[in-house]
C-alpha cells in the first residue's frame, strides 16, 4: 500500500540536496587549434542524496574532483551536465540573478582560510556584508548581529576591529566559518575545511562544526582527505576516483565493511601508531601505483589500473553504483 492509499502512514523526508547525473568538463589546450583541445571531466556523472541535519562526508586523493564537485553543489561552477535540486528547486539551470536568493540557505566554506578573507578588510565588515548584501538586518542591528556571529564561532566580539592577518588560521578558519552562518544556512558544503590547519587545531574546528550543526540544525556536504577527521564528523561517506564516485554508505558500515578495493586500500594506508613502517609504506605504494590522467580515463572501470582484483570485465566495461550490502551502494564488478 502507497503513502496515497494510507494517508496516515509516515511521509518520507524530502532530500535537501539531490545531485542527478552531475557532470562537470573543462577544455584543455590551445583552443585555437581545435586538434590539439582535450576534454577533462572532473565530475562524471555523480548522483547522490543529502538528507536534512545529515553531514555526508566526501573523501579522496587530491585531484580526484571532489573540490570541483563542492563548487558544482554551490553553484560556484555551472554544470556541463546533469541536475541540481535543492531544497526541493531545481537550480542547475538558474540565472545568477534568481539564484541570489535562494545563495543564503546554501553556504560554503573554503580551504585556505586566509585566501578566502579581503586582507584588506576589518573581519567586522566581512561579517556584516552578506547581512547588507542580502538585506537581513538594519544598519543599526548589524554590530550586534556581528558580535553574535563572532561568538557562535567562540571568539569575543572585539575581533571585529582586526585584520586577517592578525589571527591565526585557527581563528581565520572560525570566521570563514561565522560568515558563512551569517544568512543562517540550511547546507554548508566544507572544502576541506582544516587540512591547511595544524593538528592540534584541526580536533577544535571539527569539534565546532559538530556543536554548530546539533545547534542550528545545519546539513553538511564535508569534503577532506582525512580519513579520521571524517570517521569523526560524517553520519555517510561518499568515496571519489577519478571524479565518480565508486562507494557510498553509512559511516560505520564504509569503515567496518569496505566493498570497493580502492575504500579498502585507504582504510590500510591509515597509518597505525604501533604498525611496522615497512607494511605502511607498501600499502601506501599500492594506492599511488599508476594513477591515470583525468583527461584520459580508463574505459572501464575508473581504479582498474590500480586494482589488485581487476580482470577483463573491469577493462571493458564501467560498473554501475548499485547496492552490495544494507546499506552500501559500490561500483565494483567484484566487491568484497
Do not use: W
Not at 535537501?16 to 576534454?39: D, P, Q
Not at 599500492?286 to 577483463?312: I, M, W
Amino acid at each position: 500500500m502507497s503513502a496515497a492509499d494510507n494517508p496516515s502512514a509516515p511521509v518520507p523526508p524530502r532530500p535537501l540536496l539531490r545531485a542527478s547525473g552531475i557532470t562537470k568538463r573543462y577544455t584543455i589546450g590551445n583552443s585555437l587549434f581545435a586538434a590539439r583541445r582535450r576534454i577533462l571531466t572532473a565530475v562524471d556523472n555523480v548522483s547522490f542524496d543529502v538528507m536534512p541535519g545529515e553531514t555526508l562526508g566526501l573523501v579522496g586523493e587530491s585531484g580526484c574532483g571532489k573540490s570541483t564537485l563542492g563548487r558544482c553543489l554551490t553553484r560556484l561552477h555551472n554544470l556541463s551536465d546533469g541536475r541540481l535540486e535543492f531544497d526541493g528547486r531545481d537550480i542547475g539551470d538558474l540565472s545568477l540573478s534568481r539564484l541570489r536568493p535562494l545563495r543564503a540557505g546554501l553556504q560554503m566554506v573554503f580551504q585556505d582560510p586566509y585566501a578566502s578573507l579581503n586582507p584588506r578588510r576589518r573581519i567586522g565588515d566581512l561579517l556584516a556584508e552578506p547581512l547588507r548584501v542580502h538585506a537581513l538586518a538594519k544598519s543599526s542591528e548589524i554590530e550586534t548581529h556581528v558580535g553574535e556571529l563572532l561568538e557562535s564561532v567562540e571568539l569575543p566580539a572585539d575581533f571585529a576591529r582586526r585584520y586577517p592577518h592578525e589571527l591565526s588560521g585557527g581563528q581565520r578558519q572560525r570566521i570563514g566559518i561565522a560568515r558563512a552562518l551569517a544568512l543562517k544556512p540550511k547546507l554548508i558544503v566544507a572544502d576541506e575545511p582544516v587540512s591547511a590547519l595544524d593538528v592540534s587545531v584541526q580536533a577544535q574546528i571539527v569539534n565546532l562544526f559538530c556543536d554548530l550543526r546539533d545547534r542550528f540544525n545545519l546539513t553538511y556536504v564535508f569534503i577532506a582527505h582525512d580519513l579520521a577527521v571524517v570517521r569523526q564528523i560524517s553520519t555517510r561517506v561518499a568515496v571519489m576516483v577519478l571524479g565518480s564516485i565508486v562507494e557510498l554508505g553509512e559511516v560505520d558500515e564504509i569503515f567496518e565493511n569496505p566493498r570497493h578495493p580502492y575504500t579498502a586500500m585507504l582504510l590500510e594506508a591509515i597509518p597505525e601508531p604501533h604498525a611496522r613502517g615497512r607494511k605502511t609504506r607498501d600499502r601506501r605504494a599500492t594506492v599511488a601505483r599508476e594513477l591515470p590522467s583525468p583527461a584520459k580515463p580508463p574505459s572501464g572501470c575508473r581504479f582498474e589500473p590500480r586494482c589488485p582484483k581487476a580482470q577483463d570485465l573491469c577493462r571493458t566495461t564501467r560498473p554501475l553504483l548499485e547496492a552490495k550490502g544494507a546499506n552500501t551502494l559500490a561500483a565494483c564488478h567484484f566487491p568484497s
